[in-house]
C-alpha cells in the first residue's frame, strides 16, 4: 500500500463496522466516565469539599480511566478490523468473546508501551533542544510495535514471539510507519478542536458549576481518548495486514487446479 493509502484505510475500517465499534466504544466510555464522577465525588466528601483535592481527584481518576478504556477499545476493535479486512461477519459480542483469551497480553503491551512512551518523554522533554528528535523516537517505537495487537488475535502466539514478530514485519518501513504515527497525532489535535469548541459552548450553557465542568472536562477527555484508541487499533490492522502482504506474499493466491494429463 501507498502511505496515503496507509494513513485513508483505518477509517475506512472504521466506518466499515461502526455500528459494533461505536456501540462497545460508547459503553466503555459511559462506564468510565461513571466512575470518574463517583470517585471525584467520594474523595470531594472525604476532603471536606475541597478545591484542590476534587480537581486532583477528576485529574487521576480520568487519567486512570482513559488508560483502561484504551485498553478496551483496542481490545474489541482489532478483531472486528482483523474481520473486516478478511471480509468475515462478525458481533460485537463476538469482538468482546475474542478479548478475553488475550486479555493479559494486551494488559502487558499497554503497560510496556505506556512505560516506553513515558520514559522516552521524560529523556525528551527538560531541553527543548530534545524534544523533536525525542518526539521521532517515540514515533519510531510506536511505529515498529503497531502490529503487535494484530499478531497476538491473529496468530495466537505469545506476547514476546508477538513483539519479535511486529519488529520483523516493520522492517525496511519503519520511518513510513514513524511518520504515519505522527500524521494521525495531527489529525486527532484538529479533530480535537470542535470538541474544544462544543466543551466551551456547553460551558456556557451550564455556567461554571463545579460537577459540569468535571463532567464535562472528563467527558471531552474520554471521547478524544477513546477516538484515538480506536483510529490506532484500525491502523495497527490495515499496518498488519499491508506488511504480511508485502513480505509474504498474503494477498497472492496460487491456483490448486487438477494437473493436466
Known amino acids: 500500500m501507498t502511505w496515503r493509502e496507509l ?20 459503553a466503555g466510555l459511559a462506564a468510565a466516565l461513571g466512575i470518574v ?5 467520594l474523595v470531594s466528601l472525604a476532603t471536606d469539599d475541597s478545591s484542590a483535592g476534587t480537581a486532583w481527584a477528576a485529574i487521576l481518576s480520568t487519567a486512570c480511566c482513559a488508560w483502561v478504556l484504551r485498553l478496551w477499545i483496542v481490545g474489541v476493535t482489532v478483531p472486528i478490523g482483523l474481520a473486516v479486512v478478511h471480509n468475515r461477519p462478525i458481533t460485537a459480542r463476538t469482538a468482546t468473546a475474542r478479548l478475553l483469551p488475550v486479555s493479559g497480553r494486551l494488559l502487558l503491551n499497554q503497560v510496556i508501551s505506556t512505560a516506553i512512551g513515558v520514559g522516552i518523554l521524560l529523556l525528551g522533554t527538560p531541553l ?10 517515540l514515533a519510531r517505537v510506536r511505529g515498529t510495535r503497531w502490529p503487535i495487537v494484530p499478531v497476538l488475535f491473529a496468530e495466537s502466539t505469545p506476547y514476546a514471539a508477538a513483539v519479535r514478530r511486529a519488529k520483523l514485519l516493520a522492517t525496511g518501513r519503519v520511518m513510513p510507519l514513524a511518520g504515519l504515527w505522527l500524521y494521525l497525532r495531527g489529525v486527532l489535535l484538529v479533530l480535537a478542536v470542535p470538541v474544544a469548541g462544543l466543551l466551551g ?7 461554571t458549576h ?7 472536562l472528563s467527558g471531552a477527555a474520554l471521547l478524544i481518548s477513546a477516538f484515538a484508541a480506536a483510529v490506532d487499533a484500525a491502523t495497527a490492522v490495515v ?23
Not at 128 to 137: E, K, N, Q, R, S
Request: charged fraction near 20%; charge should be positive.
Open 128 to 137: 527543548i533542544i530534545t524534544l523533536i528528535p525525542a518526539v521521532i523516537w
Open 7 to 26: 494513513a485513508d484505510l483505518p477509517f475506512a475500517v472504521l466506518q466499515h463496522r461502526i455500528r459494533p465499534i461505536a456501540g462497545l466504544a460508547g
Open 201 to 207: 459552548f456547553l460551558s456556557d450553557i451550564s455556567g
Open 37 to 41: 464522577v463517583g470517585v471525584t465525588a
Open 210 to 216: 463545579r460537577w459540569a465542568v468535571v463532567t464535562l
Open 239 to 261: 499496518v498488519y495486514l499491508d506488511r504480511r502482504c508485502g513480505r509474504e506474499g498474503l494477498d497472492i493466491r496460487i491456483s490448486t487446479g487438477q494437473a493436466a494429463r
